[in-house]
């Protein structure tokens, strides 16, 4: 068992599944990378556990279009899709993230000990921007598992709108109606019906089968736009909250006040790159309802979403995203102060 400092704080936030980012920090030396990865890897799986279903009703808030609002609010779609879908309706695609985790945490480790190395000098502790520079670039190298996986858990979670949409009474007209019967994909796998049920692995092979490997790769620049800025957000942000709780220079804040100044910075982060989520999301929406537009990139999406939806549409789901983030920021924060990654290596007999 060990205390949390600031810096442990900040890996194990990263860590979380949920929002994908690098933290760029000192750890302790006790604390070792087999350590990280079993302390990471609880956290991300209880996290998504506990808030998958506020991140399945952001999904699909972010994908409603004026004049198709089927979801009024947050609670509004979570009681819906417990009545339409069931309990377990509500972890559409959670699979897909627990299975991915470990890779993804393991690029995120190994890119961002690389460019601490490289970026740090004469063992010196490293400046704050030479922390936010390897936060970014290690950022941008676990989008090579965090794309897909977002790909494929928005299609999922996605999936119950859609149904709901074609089953929607006569507010609609009759040629929207009837367009809704068949869904349209944007990787021709044929005609869907609202009660399909596909895997993610029947997503991924029919995307491989028909667009390769960038098929599972739509939307990357978008999802560069999300997680490399919310990293840039985040770290002053908690560095300015979490000192204001430090006793003295040379004491760490408080267990409470660092927990506080992660859900703090956290969700004001995830808000202010909000915008970027929305368009990432409809760029990884294949499936489209009735008179949802498809787009050509992230240009493309940005211009039609403000010209047809106006500015307010980026920031759909904005509360859903902060309230999914907050939660994770803690869970991950409990995992690390008790640390259960040091208790099971202890007890290991190859430790």
């Keep these: 068992m060990f205390k949390c400092s600031c810096s442990q704080f900040l890996f194990c936030v990263n860590a979380a599944i949920y929002p994908r ?75 897909v993230n627990l299975t991915l985790v470990t890779p993804e945490k393991a690029i995120k480790l190994a890119a961002n000990d690389f460019f601490r190395q490289h970026l740090s000098k004469n063992e010196k502790g490293l ?42 009474p006569a507010s609609m007209s009759p040629t929207k109606l009837a367009a809704t019967r ?32 960038p098929g599972l790769y739509k939307g990357l620049w978008a999802t560069l736009m999300r997680d490399v800025p919310f990293s840039m957000v985040y770290f002053p942000l908690f560095a300015h909250l979490n000192q204001l709780g430090q006793p003295s220079r040379d004491e760490s804040a408080p267990f409470y006040w660092a927990f506080f100044s992660g859900c703090l910075a956290g969700s004001t982060a995830a808000v202010a790159v909000n915008p970027c989520d929305v368009v990432k999301t409809r760029l990884q929406s294949l499936n489209k309802g009735a008179s949802e537009e498809s787009y050509n990139g992230v240009v493309d999406c940005v211009s039609k979403i403000m010209r047809k939806e106006g500015p307010s549409a980026f920031l759909k789901g904005a509360g859903c995203r902060a309230l999914v983030i907050a939660p994770l920021f803690g869970i991950a924060q409990v995992m690390y102060f008790i640390g259960i ?11």
């Design 21 to 95: 980012f690098l933290v760029s920090v000192h750890f302790n030396s006790h604390s070792g990378l087999p350590a990280k990865l079993i302390n990471g890897g609880i956290a991300g799986i209880v996290g998504v556990t506990c808030v998958f279903p506020i991140d399945l009703v952001k999904t699909r808030l972010q994908n409603q279009r004026q004049g198709q609002q089927i979801y009024k609010n947050m609670m509004d779609c979570l009681v819906k899709t417990v009545r339409s879908e069931g309990y377990f309706g509500m972890y559409r695609g959670a699979a």
């Design 182 to 213: 068949v869904l349209s994909r944007s990787y021709n796998a044929g005609p869907s019906t609202a009660t399909s049920a596909l895997s993610a692995t029947q997503i991924a092979r029919e995307l491989l089968r028909t667009q390769g490997i």
């Design 127 to 168: 400046t704050v921007f030479k922390e936010m520079l390897a936060g970014c670039g290690a950022g941008m190298c676990q989008v090579v598992i965090t794309t897909p996986m977002e790909m494929l858990k928005i299609q999922l979670q996605d999936a119950g709108r859609l149904a709901a949409q074609q089953i929607k």
């Design 341 to 351: 990654g040091e208790f099971i290596l202890d007890l290991s007999p190859f430790n």
